[in-house]
């Protein structure tokens, strides 16, 4: 079967050109020269592929995907950290640099000392799908929520602010549900939950809505094969409709000593045809979804923030069937976006044309072709 893929118009980008890395988990010592659009790094398990991705999601975010302390991701037999990138755009290079030194933190974009790795994010974007995401999206729903807040976050700073007042809330309301149980202390907090909780499900709908838009272009360009939607469902309707469940949750709340009505019981789940996909559909179904919120991030993302995006994708063959890879791969080739893809199997290349090919052993990347 073959895709149209020429109706969709994607951001091109600036790339990141040069990649050093020193003491990053397994990787002692490599540096390497990316390609401006697919890059493929080919190697066995445990070689040091998904800490290479996660070393470039720590230099455009100051963070990794996976904890914020910086000692977690250095080498275990190492004092120092140290991650450098050279990107290249059509005006300037901008080359960012982040130290971690005895201990001590230091970031740095074309030499001078910056105070928040926050910063960083003004070089670029990047989008990862990992196996991380794909066992969030999968399993229950509080994970899957709080993956989709993430990539809302990634480019509305409001909305990241809001969900981080709304947190420190519910934890002052479980603390008085356990304690006092004061009815006046509760309704004070509870008009905070209110308020922020309908700011959130609002936010989280409108992108819901233009995530939809993106995913139904995407899903047109397989011959409405893959013909996925994603539902929302809120306790947030109203202030009055949140104060009448507040009030008849209020027993029951005090007994559990714990929060149960606001924008943190919010669900999503996936449709396709129809179709409950969490509880009737394939896992290739799922995965094949799993993608699409992807791309559709780099789309929506990339336009928001106006900024060039970055896709890193972990071991993408071992998500996908032939089929569904081939259509994954061409709408990757279309994006024009750079990327980085991992692999275990040698026959990814067969797929691409024109791109950089690289191995990687015991913590060592060197350029194949």
């Not at 990862?128 to 899957?144: H, Q, T």
């Not at 000593?257 to 396709?272: M, R, S, Y």
């Amino acid at each position: 079967m073959g895709y149209n893929t020429s109706s969709l118009k994607l951001v091109t980008n600036m790339p990141l050109n040069n990649l050093k890395i020193i003491n990053f988990r397994n990787i002692l010592s490599t540096e390497l020269a990316l390609n401006n659009e697919i890059n493929i790094i080919l190697g066995s398990n445990g070689q040091g592929k998904t800490s290479l991705l996660e070393s470039i999601y720590f230099l455009i975010n100051g963070k990794s995907d996976k904890t914020n302390d910086w000692n977690e991701i250095k080498n275990i037999n190492q004092s120092n950290l140290y991650v450098e990138g050279t990107f290249n755009g059509s005006n300037e290079i901008n080359k960012c640099s982040i130290f971690l030194e005895n201990g001590k933190k230091k970031v740095q974009i074309n030499s001078k000392k910056i105070k928040k790795a926050e910063e960083l994010k003004k070089l670029g974007n990047v989008v990862l799908f990992n196996k991380n995401f794909i066992d969030s999206i999968e399993g229950a729903n509080k994970p899957r929520r709080e993956s989709f807040d993430k990539i809302i976050s990634n480019y509305n700073q409001k909305f990241k602010e809001q969900l981080r007042e709304l947190k420190e809330c519910l934890s002052r309301k479980s603390h008085i549900l356990r304690t006092s149980k004061d009815d006046k202390l509760i309704k004070f907090i509870d008009e905070k939950i209110i308020q922020l909780s309908l700011l959130i499900s609002k936010k989280r709908a409108n992108w819901l809505k233009n995530h939809i838009k993106v995913i139904n272009k995407l899903s047109a360009t397989s011959s409405g094969e893959y013909k996925y939607s994603l539902k929302y469902e809120t306790n947030c309707n109203s202030k009055d409709v949140m104060i009448n469940k507040l009030n008849l949750a209020k027993n029951k709340e005090k007994l559990l000593c714990k929060p149960l009505i606001g924008a943190h019981k919010d669900t999503f789940t996936f449709v396709n045809n129809g179709k409950d996909l969490l509880k009737l559909g394939s896992e290739g179904e799922k995965k094949t979804l799993g993608v699409l919120i992807k791309i559709a991030e780099i789309v929506i993302s990339s336009k928001i923030l106006n900024k060039d995006t970055i896709f890193l994708i972990d071991e993408i063959m071992s998500y996908l069937d032939k089929k569904r890879l081939k259509f994954f791969l061409q709408l990757l080739k279309r994006s024009k976006v750079q990327s980085i893809v991992t692999s275990n199997d040698k026959s990814i290349v067969q797929n691409f044309t024109n791109c950089s090919i690289f191995g990687i052993k015991n913590g060592v990347c060197k350029k194949i072709s």
